[in-house]
């Protein structure tokens, strides 16, 4: 056994040296410490999951190419992991955060994910993917700069404004869990925090005296980029700044055609980009408003989220009432013009020298097309769960590439029907079996009653179409074939469709899901396997040493191995179960 730890440790030791020695691009390094603290941000003391004692988390900030090394310590008291939602993780599902693909992290251990932001610029977020522990916390925004040989399409702002907006509850995510667990609706949000605070007193029935709000520091003149996401469980929110234009740049890594907008709907799980000028006299200073949206709003007011715009010739507080929402909630054809509105800025260059628009997808032949229909959840085996074509997901025990690799029989099926079938809805593991190099089609069928976002991990999807009604293939006949957006989180409208298309050129095991927390925690998900037969390396990276260790994700070590290996002045340790 002593000659076995001797050998393993050299092996790691020289595996992980090659690694962060021999690498073309830079690394950044963090340490993320995630744990439990107790604020108020809505008034009522709760327990919120904390990444370095802050609340949201840092920012992980990379450029281009770079290699990104971050160690996650769980000081939970339950599994956890991080998934990078938009970040691509080129060849390399092992490390992409989800029970799909990775082993969770225990309570007092710690896993370090190691990626490349290969090919990308951008906004996007954290968050933990397990246990619906988004609710209470745990994200924080990650920004991909350009390489300096490369312009941006607009001047350079004169800063960077974080916003993180979200749905948020006054119980913590245990007690959400168990009001799911029952079979009971979450019901509507105590309220929308911003940037991990409570709203402003804008109206002293609505928002009691002594909620810490966020301020946003601005001078006069300048233009800053604010990086808006909505990290929320549910909730569609309208963002709007008191009489300021939101010029939109950007959307989750693809530059957009430049239009102002004087409000714009992000929904959950969505990250924007906006130029805003601060053009205005200052006479006070104004509000910062994100409100829920497609819901009664007369019923939901106080799900609104309100943070200050302060100049720093400001001649006095906010005042007033709020600006006013968009007023088309009972006319959806209309609302549905915005994110039909949002197009690539096909001359732009973005992770890449040449423009964007230089990939020609309206050219290219569709190989492949599933139909993924989401219905409001059912009970299934006496539980509450959400179905896509009928099969609601269970996480396999063994993530599903490892399964492959070590020939674990029966971890999963790869079934899921390429269409709804008329049967009894089921739980399942079943996977969508994809073709490497294929060029999909994905029909997003919403025959919910509410707003959906879905997402798919490790890839961009062309966003071609939506509309109201069932999709037929004569709706291929409006499709955008030249300049749609490229984004991995689209809104499906309720009664509605969203098409995309989807290059499948990254080799690994991807989540396919929708983004509404509950939703998602009750099994509207599944995973799309990629694999090259012909495989010899190039296109799939192998897992990491202290993945394979824990293959069925049982903590049954008899002994513990740490390596902590010493660079550019970090500490990074890597525990080694047996």
């Known amino acids: 056994m002593a000659q076995l730890r001797v050998s393993l440790f050299l092996s790691i030791h020289i595996a992980l040296l090659a690694s962060l020695c ?19 941000p809505l008034g009522v003391p709760q327990q919120v999951i904390a990444v370095n004692g802050a609340f949201p988390g840092p920012v992980v900030n990379a450029t281009t190419n770079y290699n990104v090394a971050i160690n996650v310590h769980n000081q939970l008291d339950e599994n956890l992991l991080i998934t990078w939602p938009g970040i691509q993780m080129r060849r390399n599902s092992w490390q992409d955060g989800v029970l799909g693909t990775n082993c969770p992290i225990h309570p007092k251990r710690n ?56 749905d948020w509850y006054t119980r913590n995510h245990t007690a959400l869990r168990t009001t799911l667990d029952s079979g009971e609706d979450l019901g509507m949000p105590d309220g929308v925090l911003v940037n991990g605070r409570g709203p402003y007193r804008y109206n002293t029935t609505l928002v009691p005296d002594g909620i810490e709000y966020e301020t946003i520091n601005v001078d006069p003149g300048k233009t800053y980029r604010f990086r808006v996401h909505n990290v929320g469980i549910s909730t569609s929110l309208n963002f709007r700044i008191q009489g300021h234009n939101l010029l939109l740049v950007e959307t989750e890594g693809y530059y957009t055609t430049q239009q102002n907008f004087s409000s714009f709907d992000i929904h959950v799980g969505q990250s924007y980009s906006f130029l805003v000028t601060m053009d205005q006299n200052a006479t006070t200073d104004y509000y910062i ?170 890839y961009a999807f062309f966003v071609v179409g939506m509309d109201f009604g069932v999709w037929t293939e004569n709706s291929r006949n409006n499709y955008n074939k030249w300049d749609a957006i490229s984004r991995c989180t689209t809104e499906v409208y309720p009664g509605a469709w969203t098409a995309v298309l989807i290059s499948l050129d990254n080799v690994g095991v991807w989540n396919l899901r929708v983004e509404n927390l509950d939703r998602w925690y009750l099994g509207q998900e599944t995973y799309m396997r990629i694999t090259n037969p012909e495989e010899n390396g190039d296109t799939e990276m192998a897992p990491p040493a202290n993945g394979i260790t824990k293959l069925f994700c049982k903590d049954i070590a008899q002994w513990e191995l740490q390596v902590v290996y010493h660079f550019g002045g970090h500490n990074f340790s890597f525990n080694f179960h047996f």
């Open 22 to 40: 021999f690498a073309d691009d830079p690394y950044v390094f963090y340490d993320f410490k995630l744990s439990y603290i107790t604020v108020s």
């Open 289 to 458: 408003v994100a409100s829920a949206r497609f819901v009664n709003e007369s019923v939901w007011e106080r799900v609104t989220g309100v943070a200050i715009l302060h100049y720093s010739n400001s001649k006095g507080p906010a005042t007033g009432p709020l600006p006013v929402p968009p007023s088309d909630i009972y006319n959806q054809w209309s609302a549905m013009s915005q994110p039909r509105a949002i197009r690539q800025n096909t001359t732009a260059s973005g992770a890449r020298p040449n423009p964007q628009g230089s990939f020609h997808y309206g050219s290219i032949n569709v190989t492949d097309t599933y139909v993924l229909q989401s219905f409001p959840p059912v009970t299934i085996e006496g539980k509450l769960r959400a179905t896509l074509n009928g099969i609601s997901f269970v996480n396999p025990d063994t993530p599903i590439r490892l399964a492959d690799l070590h020939n674990v029989k029966g971890a999963y099926k790869l079934d899921f029907p390429n269409k709804p079938l008329n049967r009894t809805p089921r739980v399942d593991r079943s996977v969508i079996n994809a073709t490497y190099k294929g060029f999909i089609e994905v029909i997003l069928q919403n025959n919910d009653t509410r707003m959906q976002s879905f997402h798919m991990d490790g």
């Open 111 to 166: 896993f370090t994910y190691q990626f490349q932001v290969k090919d990308q610029i951008g906004s996007f977020f954290y968050f933990p993917s397990l246990n619906f522990q988004r609710a209470s916390g745990g994200f924080g925004p990650i920004i991909i700069n350009n390489r300096n040989i490369i312009a941006i399409p607009f001047g350079q702002p004169d800063g960077d404004v974080v916003i993180v907006i979200g």
